[in-house]
């Protein structure tokens, strides 16, 4: 049950939100990690190499120079004359002193060669070590794997004792030593381990200063989201803390400049824009009282004016008709003035649908213009307006019949409401069309039929309408929660849908409409 309800939460029809891998916290927090990890490692990798490197060199530093001095010792001892068993002789007393290292030696002199150890084939000594050894008069030493053993290989060239180093000359006996290196290969191995004890511990710490980094760096941008999107929601007076002085605290000073600045620019917006609403509305309301007079009086003068002579008849019916036009338009300014205010209020009554658009049309003397196709009596009823229905209706019609041709067609249907927000079903829907077998609206024209003032002649502009019609009518349906949409039919003609819901409306008052044009 917990899950289904989870499951129920999510409004129907809006995509789930899932975590995205690929936003900038995941990346933020992914950069900051491989940094971390690759510095740990490295510093351990370096750490690691000095450490082995430092070991090598103190203990064949040591071998060398030991070696390097007993042979110094030695060598005077045994002259010049070299034969075989002196050689072994000089071997043997060079092993001697490293016999507890495992020290290994063979002395070379021409074609003559003595070992420590007999049998010994000395396969450690390469090629390269070797012919190094005969062109230098110094000591040249390396290190040779072994499968896994590793052993330092160290040729020494005896030369003739001269007052200047640099002029001794080779003797031709040249002595080598293998030692093996198992303590030192002891000690590295050994760093292994404790490298490895000391890098993951910087590692795990380097890992929560990346994430902390990231959170730093992650917080103001947070903000940042936050208050746009505050800002899109329309509180413009949204402002962002600012800390320090890097990047971040720049943007963030910059989002408040821009802030304030939008905030001015829609303060004063809306204050022309009240103050326009009130000017309409006050003008509106001061023309009202001379209106009446004037159309009481035009009244009067079209009741006579067939006494009266030609040219005189039809100035004056020219002026009851624009009197006429002019209390409409006061009329139309008033009731937009009222929804722009929020003061529009629904009177809703429980009404016959179809009997309130045949009222409408009788009373306009449109029920033998007009076809209709209305379900009987009683067959549809809504919660409506029926004032406010009447209005919507008779500028439909109206509309039609000014810029369509005949035939003119009212359609009144009931459509299903199909499924809710929850899963059940919806109430249904009234569905109102008019249409015409007219030329049709122009495309580039449709987007904006419904709004104030707009006509698609821009080149005539009087005609019979204000330009409020349309955009009275939709205001009109949208306070009874439904919708006012304007198309082509596809053989030809225009049609305009109003769909509202059967059941119970909202009655309080609606403020200006945020709705786009038609679709």
Do not use: C
């Given at each position: 049950?917990?899950?289904?309800?989870?499951?129920?939460?999510v409004?129907?029809?809006?995509?789930?939100?899932?975590?995205?891998?690929?936003?900038?916290?995941?990346?933020?927090?992914?950069?900051?990690?491989?940094?971390?990890?690759a510095?740990?490692?490295?510093?351990?990798?370096?750490?690691f190499?000095?450490?082995?490197t430092?070991?090598?060199?103190?203990s064949?530093?040591?071998?060398v120079?030991?070696?390097?001095?007993?042979?110094?010792?030695?060598?005077?001892?045994?002259?010049?004359?070299?034969?075989?068993?002196?050689?072994d002789?000089f071997?043997?007393?060079?092993?001697?002193?490293?016999?507890?290292?495992?020290?290994?030696?063979?002395?070379?002199?021409?074609?003559?060669?003595?070992?420590?150890?007999?049998?010994?084939?000395?396969?450690?000594?390469?090629?390269?070590?070797a012919?190094?050894?005969s062109?230098?008069?110094?000591?040249?030493?390396?290190?040779?794997a072994?499968?896994?053993?590793?052993?330092?290989?160290?040729g020494?060239?005896?030369?003739?004792?001269?007052?200047?180093?640099a002029?001794?000359?080779?003797?031709?006996?040249t002595?080598?030593?293998v030692?093996?290196?198992?303590?030192?290969?002891?000690?590295v191995?050994?760093?292994?381990?404790?490298v490895?004890?000391?890098?993951?511990?910087?590692?795990?710490?380097?890992?929560?200063?990346?994430?902390?980094?990231?959170?730093?760096v992650?917080?103001?941008?947070?903000?940042?989201?936050?208050?746009a999107?505050?800002?899109?929601?329309?509180?413009?007076?949204?402002?962002?803390?600012?800390?320090?002085?890097?990047?971040?605290?720049?943007?963030?000073?910059?989002?408040?400049?821009t802030?304030s600045?939008?905030?001015?620019s829609?303060?004063?917006?809306?204050?022309?824009?009240?103050r326009?609403?009130?000017?309409?509305?006050?003008?509106?309301?001061?023309?009202?009282?001379?209106?009446a007079?004037?159309?009481?009086?035009t009244?009067?003068?079209?009741?006579?004016a067939?006494?009266?002579?030609?040219d005189?008849?039809?100035?004056?019916?020219?002026?009851?008709?624009?009197?006429?036009?002019?209390?409409?338009?006061?009329?139309?300014?008033?009731?937009?003035?009222?929804?722009?205010?929020?003061?529009?209020?629904?009177?809703?009554?429980?009404?016959?649908?179809?009997e309130?658009?045949?009222?409408?049309l009788a009373?306009?003397?449109?029920?033998?213009?007009?076809?209709?196709?209305?379900?009987?009596?009683?067959?549809?009823?809504?919660?409506?307006?029926?004032?406010?229905?009447?209005?919507?209706?008779?500028?439909l019609?109206?509309?039609?019949?000014?810029?369509g041709?005949?035939?003119v067609?009212?359609?009144?249907?009931?459509?299903?409401?199909?499924?809710?927000e929850?899963?059940?079903?919806?109430?249904?829907?009234?569905?109102?069309?008019?249409?015409?077998?007219?030329?049709g609206?122009?495309?580039?024209v449709?987007?904006?039929?419904f709004?104030?003032f707009?006509?698609?002649?821009t080149?005539?502009?009087?005609?019979?309408?204000s330009?409020?019609?349309?955009?009275?009518?939709?205001e009109?349906?949208?306070?009874?929660?439904?919708?006012l949409?304007?198309?082509?039919?596809?053989g030809?003609?225009?049609?305009?849908?109003?769909?509202?819901?059967?059941?119970?409306?909202?009655?309080?008052?609606?403020?200006?409409?945020?709705?786009e044009?038609?679709?």
């Amino acid at each position: 049950m917990t899950g289904r309800r989870a499951f129920a939460a999510v409004p129907r029809g809006l995509p789930r939100r899932f975590p995205r891998i690929s936003g900038l916290r995941v990346r933020l927090v992914v950069a900051f990690t491989l940094v971390a990890v690759a510095g740990t490692l490295t510093t351990g990798a370096l750490t690691f190499r000095e450490a082995r490197t430092g070991v090598l060199k103190q203990s064949q530093d040591a071998v060398v120079k030991q070696f390097r001095d007993h042979v110094n010792t030695l060598a005077p001892g045994f002259g010049s004359a070299h034969d075989q068993v002196t050689m072994d002789v000089f071997a043997d007393e060079v092993a001697r002193v490293g016999r507890s290292q495992g020290w290994r030696v063979l002395v070379t002199y021409q074609e003559l060669r003595a070992t420590s150890t007999a049998g010994d084939d000395f396969s450690e000594l390469t090629p390269e070590l070797a012919r190094a050894t005969s062109e230098r008069a110094a000591a040249v030493f390396q290190r040779v794997a072994r499968g896994e053993r590793t052993v330092l290989v160290v040729g020494l060239p005896v030369t003739y004792a001269s007052d200047a180093p640099a002029n001794r000359r080779l003797s031709g006996l040249t002595v080598f030593l293998v030692v093996p290196q198992r303590e030192e290969q002891a000690y590295v191995d050994a760093l292994v381990p404790a490298v490895q004890r000391a890098v993951l511990p910087a590692l795990g710490l380097a890992v929560v200063l990346a994430l902390l980094a990231a959170r730093g760096v992650l917080r103001p941008v947070r903000a940042l989201r936050r208050a746009a999107g505050s800002m899109a929601e329309g509180r413009f007076d949204t402002r962002l803390a600012v800390h320090g002085t890097d990047e971040l605290a720049d943007l963030s000073r910059t989002f408040n400049e821009t802030a304030s600045a939008l905030d001015r620019s829609v303060a004063e917006l809306r204050r022309m824009e009240a103050r326009a609403r009130a000017f309409a509305a006050d003008v509106s309301h001061e023309l009202r009282t001379p209106l009446a007079a004037m159309s009481a009086v035009t009244e009067v003068l079209d009741e006579d004016a067939r006494h009266l002579d030609p040219d005189t008849a039809t100035a004056v019916r020219l002026i009851s008709q624009e009197t006429v036009k002019l209390s409409r338009l006061v009329d139309d300014l008033m009731e937009v003035s009222r929804f722009d205010a929020g003061a529009a209020e629904l009177r809703a009554d429980e009404i016959d649908l179809a009997e309130s658009l045949r009222r409408t049309l009788a009373s306009r003397g449109w029920a033998d213009t007009v076809e209709t196709d209305l379900p009987p009596p009683d067959a549809l009823r809504v919660r409506a307006d029926p004032r406010r229905l009447d209005v919507v209706v008779a500028n439909l019609v109206a509309n039609a019949l000014r810029h369509g041709a005949a035939p003119v067609r009212v359609r009144l249907y009931a459509a299903p409401g199909g499924a809710g927000e929850e899963g059940g079903a919806a109430p249904g829907r009234a569905v109102v069309e008019v249409t015409d077998q007219g030329p049709g609206i122009p495309p580039d024209v449709l987007p904006y039929v419904f709004e104030r003032f707009y006509k698609s002649d821009t080149a005539r502009t009087r005609t019979e309408g204000s330009g409020l019609g349309l955009a009275i009518a939709r205001e009109n349906v949208r306070l009874h929660g439904g919708t006012l949409r304007a198309a082509n039919r596809p053989g030809g003609g225009a049609v305009f849908t109003v769909d509202i819901p059967v059941g119970a409306v909202d009655t309080t008052s609606a403020g200006p409409s945020d709705e786009e044009g038609p679709v």
